[in-house]
Structures are given as C-alpha cells and as structure tokens.
C-alpha cells in the first residue's frame, strides 16, 4: 500500500519487496488496489528453492497462479543469466501500460551471482494513436448550449489544455475526486466536488458532459439524458453505461485538434454567467461553515477549517468512509495533490498510502483524513511513521461507527446491525507508539488544533469526535 501511495505521489513506478509464503500474500491487497486503479509498481518477492518448487515444503504456494488476475505481468525466475531481461520486460510493461508487475525469486537464485550483463536502456511504449472521431465529437459540443466538464486524474498531466478547452467551449468544470487539486477553486468555472453530499445543480441542467479522463466514482452522476463525449488514455476506462461519444489514445493529440476544431465556438454567456453564480455561492456556503458550532463537531466544519489551513502544496491520502463525501462537497482546493483509490477502495488505505506519498515527498505535508473503522485496520502503521520519523498528519472522523454502511441501511428500510466501532483513545494509543495524540471534541478549539498539529514536524494524530447525525444525503 506505501508503494502505491509513493507511485499515485510521484506518477513514477515504485517498488515493494517480500519474503515467500505469507510475506508474499500479505501484499496482495496493496497489488489488487494498484492493479484496478492503473499504477505501476514493480513487485518482488522470495520463493522457497528452485529444487523445492511445487512440493510439499513450508511456505510453498503457486505465486504466478495468486498474483496472475492482479498484475499485468508475473514471472518466476529461474536462472540467474536472465535476471537483466525478465526486470527489463516487468519495468517496461509497468511503465507502458500503468500497471503492477510481479517477479518470484527462489532463494538459490537470490544468492546466485549476478553476471556482469550491460544494463539496458528500458525501451518507451510508443505513442498510441487516436481511436474514435474527432470531428463527430466536435459537431456534438458545438451543438450543445450548456456544458460541463468532469475531470479526472488521467487529466491531471493535461491539465492546461483541457482548461483551456474548457474556457473555449464555456463549460463548468467538477474535478473527479482523483484529480481535486488539478486547478484552484478559485477560478470561478469551477463547481465544487461531486460525489453523495453533493451534485451541483448545474450538473442536471447541461445538455452535454465531458468526462475528461474521468475516474469511474463520478459515472453514476451523469444524467442519462444528456450528451456524453469521453476523452480518456485506453478504451478499458469508458464508461459504456453512457454510451459516450469515444475518443481514446494520445491525449495531447486529441485535446490539440479539439482545440482546433472549437476555434470558433460560441460559448453561451447566460450559461457562464449561470456557472460564475453558482460557484461564488457554493463558495460561500463553503466559507460559513467554519463557524458552525454543534457538538458533536459536524464533519462539514471540520473540511471548512482545512481548507483554511492546508499548505497549498499539501498531499491529501483519502481513506474510505462517510467523511469522504464531505470533503467531496467541501474541499476548496488551492494546488494541493489528492490520492484516493479510484477503483479498489480500501478500507484501511489512507495512511500507508500517506506515508509512501510523505517518502516520495519529504518536503511537503502529508495530510491523511480516515474514519476510525479504516484507521485501526492499519493502526500499526504509527509505528512505521515513528520509525522513520515520516510526519503524516493523520486526521481522524471518529463517530464510533461505521456511518457509511448504517446509512446505507437506514436507507433500504434496514435496522443497523454490526456497525458500532470499539475503538481504543487514540491520541493515548498514538502516544504509546510515539507519536503525538490530540483529541478535539469542542468545535471552538478544532481550528487552534489543527493550526498547531500542521506544523509539527512529527507524525500526529488528531481524533476528532464527530456527529453521526444522517446527513440526508446517503
């Protein structure tokens, strides 16, 4: 899971490492989460020796047969001479095709010596080319009065030329929550987050939707009745429930005769003076919440105080939980880097991932915002933090409750079952690990203490004791 969170950081393969048996098994979470959501890794592991191979002896299982369905490449290697190649096959397909690839290395094998091979340079994936009509797509914006662009983080590397795209055809952007971050709130084409606390309204009104690399989170959002263009890198992230307009392949050569094709656009002006509208109000409504002052603290509070705090070049690691989707509604994002799990969604991520992205970025603050049921799935990992003297700030909305889940009941018409959490004091239980605990439970103190955590340069744990009132939006 660190190595995910470095590689979701860095946008750079990373590497993680493990011992047979259980130390290989043990991965497979993290593998699985870097698999569905399109991040390189390169994975090594041990195995028993090559005479022991397929045999009765302790620790032994088929690593190629686990880790087959999860990586885009798994191998065994089995003489020293081929080590140079096999790495070289397993980094390049890593790279080429944004996905986890996996090695077994029998023990014998590890101790033998390396052979003095010249080390290749690993060869670039050529340049994809376009699939889909690029002047159908056109015909189909320019006919179109109100847009809307949803972009996700396959934008992100795009990030100026789809804003640019998004200017000429004069439609409102919604970042997916893969890509928070990728421009300023403050531009006023922006509408805030989408997610289960939040739909802006001008989403229902569009008569044409752009999902601009979009992550599959945000699909569900798109009213069946408009007209649906997808700009994406590979046709396996399309969302064909929508039967979008397609067009896949080199980005930058799409966006560019986009471009060129819209020169002469038309935007509506009713339509952008709409969209400035909304966005001053929503960030207004954003700006108030600051001041709330219930007890338990409200969740929405305590995202309006981050925004209020949070280096502009903060890394945020999102767990899963209710909390989420109030940080989808409330995050008025700076320049900051958000890391969430687009397609696995693990309970339990948000804090390696954090510490994997506070190795890659030393320099930067590391922010991980989790629900107590997710953090004490990885609690351990204050340790690893203390250890390495890593300074995540890991914040936690604590309900005593696994709040998702009890509305999703309450929902269906359901009694609640098995969704109350024991959970130990957790500023006590960082202490005891090393780290620095807070508790807040008075919103009047949550500002002064989260302002005095941002800048310790330690790991910190602060648990904020949250309503679990329902929202009205599950």
């Not at 590397?157 to 990728?182: M, S, T, W």
Request: hydrophobic share 40%.
């Amino acid at each position: 899971m660190m190595a995910c969170g470095e590689a979701m950081a860095t946008g750079k393969p990373a590497v993680c490492l493990a011992t047979e048996g259980p130390g290989a098994l043990n991965l497979v979470n993290g593998v699985a989460s870097a698999y569905r959501d399109g991040v390189p890794m390169l994975i090594i592991t041990g195995q028993v020796e090559t005479a022991k191979l397929s045999s009765n002896t302790k620790q032994y299982f088929n690593q190629q047969q686990l880790f087959a369905p999860i990586t885009g490449f798994t191998s065994l290697l089995t003489r020293p001479e081929s080590t140079v190649e096999v790495f070289k096959v397993a980094m390049e397909k890593a790279i080429g095709d944004n996905t986890p690839c996996h090695l077994s290395i029998p023990k014998d094998i590890f101790l033998s010596l390396a052979h003095d091979n010249e080390i290749p340079a690993l060869g670039r994936p050529y340049p994809p080319g376009v699939s889909g009509s690029i002047e159908e797509a056109i015909k189909t914006i320019i006919a179109c009065q109100k847009p809307i662009m949803i972009t996700g983080k396959n934008a992100v590397p795009y990030k100026d030329k789809v804003f640019q795209l998004a200017r000429r055809i004069g439609a409102g952007i919604i970042p997916a929550q893969g890509a928070r971050g990728i421009y300023p709130d403050t531009q006023d084409v922006l509408l805030g987050g989408l997610g289960e606390a939040h739909i802006p309204p001008l989403l229902k009104q569009s008569d044409c939707v752009l999902l601009i690399g979009a992550s599959p989170y945000e699909h569900k959002f798109v009213p069946s009745n408009v007209k649906v263009v997808q700009v994406d890198t590979r046709p396996q992230n399309l969302a064909h429930h929508l039967m979008p307009l397609s067009l896949t392949g080199d980005m930058v050569l799409i966006l560019e005769r986009l471009l060129e094709g819209l020169s002469c656009a038309m935007p509506d002006t009713r339509w952008q003076e709409e969209i400035k509208k909304y966005h001053d109000a929503h960030l207004e409504m954003i700006r108030m919440e600051a001041n709330l002052t219930e007890v338990p603290i409200l969740p929405q509070k305590v995202v309006s105080v981050l925004n209020d705090i949070l280096p502009e070049d903060a890394v945020i690691a999102i767990d899963c939980g209710e909390f989420m989707h109030w940080f989808d509604r409330g995050f008025v994002a700076k320049k900051q880097q958000v890391i969430i799990s687009d397609y696995w969604r693990c309970m339990g991520s948000g804090l390696p991932f954090g510490l994997g992205a506070q190795v890659a970025h030393p320099n930067r603050k590391v922010v991980v915002l989790t629900g107590e049921g997710g953090f004490i799935m990885t609690i351990q990992e204050i340790i690893t933090a203390v250890r390495y003297s890593l300074p995540v700030l890991i914040i936690i909305f604590n309900n005593s409750k696994y709040l998702l889940e009890k509305h999703r009941m309450q929902k269906e018409g359901m009694n609640p079952f098995g969704v109350d959490v024991e959970v130990p004091v957790f500023a006590s239980f960082a202490k005891t690990c090393g780290a620095e605990g807070i508790r807040v439970d008075k919103p009047e103190t949550l500002k002064d203490l989260l302002g005095r955590a941002m800048v310790l340069n330690w790991p910190v744990v602060i648990d904020v004791i949250v309503s679990d009132e329902k929202p009205g939006f599950i």
